[in-house]
């Protein structure tokens, strides 16, 4: 296919039955191999990444700064009358690539909200089969992992405490309950109420004869409870122990197996944002409940999508034949020319209604993906979708594939410039504190306002009426260190020329495109923190996917804003979590 960079020439000869797109994937997957030296083969060795040549990968960052790369890989600079620079490659008609689109700030607020209130009732994530809606799982996870934390604290000061003494005693003991006390109580502090204290208290030092018996008692009297239909994870408890006395006295079935909220955070795999897709049936229920599209999202992708729209626009105007663009809906009409941020408006995340458990134990395949099968393709059950996994057990990394399985697991979880609208003055603001969230979106280290001043956005421009992209439907991917997305279309909205807008948070990923076909050998590009994707036109025709993901420190890009060592501290949870993952947010207009 004369794509001797990709490294894969071979790839279209299908003599062993494989594409040339499963190819690919598996040539760039994330291989790891058990290290002998390390420990005993088996069991206990450690496991080693194998290098693999990813010197065709189109780089996105070097396409900018190096003319003769750029064009050696077929890319070409498009005024987008947005300052940014946006590429094509002629090798893919309608994919347009914006490195850097998203500010790092306004990357920390898209992560926050990503991970904060996207997966909140009622957009439904991967976890509504098994679990129901899960209410405040993030708070929830932090609360859990930072007295997880605590407990290690109050371990390391008992281990020292024992070698100091010699021996464990009974004083010792008592000692080390007052400190667990203290430390549930500086949680508390924080804005925790009674049942969280219980729930904290069960974390706290777990096994130890030392705990404190009686909070735990307690805690599991709190019970799990429900509110408006949600499994509200703020003050349930007993599904985070995993401990066989506190469900006896459960009475709903599916609580007993609800594991820990870190565990499930660790376990988001998707969200879906307005309108909800349902994997069942491949399409769009808007029977379902669900939350406007946010405001501020909608305003992004209207933002990012336009050099897309522009160029269908002038398509349609040569070519009679050619779709016609929908109207805009007057409730998105906006003045035009503001090139700032609609991130001033968050999202309500309210929930508004019940969520929806109609194909809890149903896995279906919600896109057309790398086999080409368009057919409803049901598997046995939900949880375990096409998850792969390599390593831990079944129970331990069961995960849920959305619709298809098409997002994969392969091992356990380890560890430019933008648009996204400058704000007036040339500051970067993340966004007004809302009510669940912290206020980091409000500091902005000196040299990222400059490099984010207004200026470079000013060009940004949506488009005049009836060619504004109208984002009606998202679905948010949190991909973790093994994790893959398997070759796929994304076939079900109405007018399949229209852009999705894809958005890369965290980790650098490798992002394939192909053809119409799985047998076109695909195209390699690194997607790194902040930059945009938009498939339009052909586009959308073609195969894609996302077979890795980088998570070790030297390969991951992720800038020092967002980075565990140096993001503010507000951010630093967001950062901890953002480490060792990747979050893609792909916007669709469906109408
Ligand atoms: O994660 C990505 O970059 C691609 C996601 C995607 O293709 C999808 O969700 O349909
Ligand atoms: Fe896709």
Redesign the pocket.
């Known amino acids: 296919m004369g794509r001797g960079a990709m490294g894969y020439e071979q790839a279209s000869d299908n003599a062993d039955g494989r594409t040339a797109f499963r190819k690919a994937e598996k040539l760039y997957k994330l291989y790891t191999e058990r290290n002998p030296k390390s420990g005993e083969s088996g069991k206990g060795s450690r496991k080693t990444k194998q290098e693999v040549d990813l010197s065709g990968v189109i780089d996105l960052n070097r396409i900018q700064e190096d003319g003769a790369y750029a064009e050696e890989r077929g890319a070409q600079r498009l005024e987008s009358g947005c300052n940014r620079p946006t590429y094509i490659l002629h090798s893919h008609p309608g994919l347009y690539l914006v490195p850097g689109a998203i500010p790092v700030c306004k990357q920390q607020y898209w992560i926050q909200q990503a991970l904060e209130v996207f997966p909140e009732p009622p957009n439904r994530t991967n976890h509504n089969a098994e679990y129901g809606p899960v209410k405040g799982l993030w708070g929830l996870a932090q609360k859990e992992l930072k007295s997880q934390a605590d407990a290690n604290t109050v371990r390391s000061v008992k281990a020292q405490a024992e070698r100091v003494s010699g021996t464990a005693s009974n004083g010792g003991c008592s000692r080390l309950n007052r400190r667990a006390e203290n430390g549930v109580r500086s949680t508390e502090l924080e804005g925790t109420g009674s049942r969280s204290l219980t729930l904290e208290a069960e974390s706290l030092d777990p096994g130890s004869s030392c705990s404190a018996e009686p909070v735990h008692a307690s805690s599991r009297k709190a019970g799990a409870s429900f509110q408006n239909g949600h499994l509200d994870a703020a003050i349930e408890g007993p599904g985070t122990t995993g401990r066989a006395e506190s469900s006896s006295k459960i009475t709903d079935p599916m609580l007993k197996r609800r594991p820990s909220a870190a565990k499930l955070l660790r376990k988001l795999r ?1 969200a879906t944002l307005g309108l909800q897709y349902d994997w069942s049936s491949r399409s769009y229920d808007e029977s379902l409940p669900h939350a406007p599209f946010p405001a501020d999202l909608a305003d992004l992708a209207a933002r990012l999508a336009a050099p897309a729209m522009r160029h269908l626009s002038v398509q349609s105007v040569s070519n009679p034949n050619f779709v016609q663009q929908p109207l805009r809906s007057p409730d998105l009409e906006r003045s035009e020319g503001e090139c700032q941020t609609g991130i001033e408006s968050g999202p309500d995340s309210e929930s508004t209604s019940e969520g929806d458990q109609k194909s809890a134990n149903e896995n279906v395949r919600g ?1 057309k993906d790398a086999n080409g099968s368009e057919e409803r393709q049901k598997t046995e059950k939900r949880s375990e979708g096409g998850w792969k996994s390599e390593s831990g057990s079944v129970g331990e990394r069961k995960r849920e594939s ?1 619709g298809n399985g ?2 994969e697991s392969e091992t356990g979880r380890e560890g430019g410039q933008q648009i996204g609208e400058g704000p007036p003055g040339g500051e970067c603001k993340a966004g007004r504190k809302s009510e669940n969230t912290s206020d980091w979106g409000r500091k902005s280290k000196k040299g990222l306002q400059e490099r984010e001043s207004e200026s470079q956005f000013a060009e940004c421009r949506k488009e005049g009426p009836g060619r504004e992209f109208r984002a009606e439907g998202a ?1 948010v ?1 949190y ?1 973790g260190p093994a994790d893959a ?1 398997s070759g ?1 279309l ?1 076939d079900v909205e109405e007018n399949m020329d229209l852009p ?1 807008v ?1 958005i ?1 948070l965290g980790c650098k ?1 490798l ?1 394939l495109i192909g053809g119409e076909t799985r047998d076109v050998p695909p195209t390699g590009i690194f ?1 790194r923190s902040g930059d945009v ?1 938009l ?1 339009a036109g052909p586009a959308r025709r073609c195969y ?3 077979p890795r993901i980088f998570t070790d420190a030297l390969h991951s890009d992720l800038p020092p804003a967002i980075q565990r060592d140096s993001a503010d501290t507000d951010f630093r949870p967001f950062a901890d979590y953002i480490a060792s993952s ?1 979050i ?1 947010i ?1 916007v669709r207009q469906v109408h």
């Open positions: 998707w896109r959305r098409d997002l679905i991917n991909y997305l796929h994304d999705i894809s890369s990923a992002f997607l994707v498939m894609h996917g996302v990747r893609n792909n």
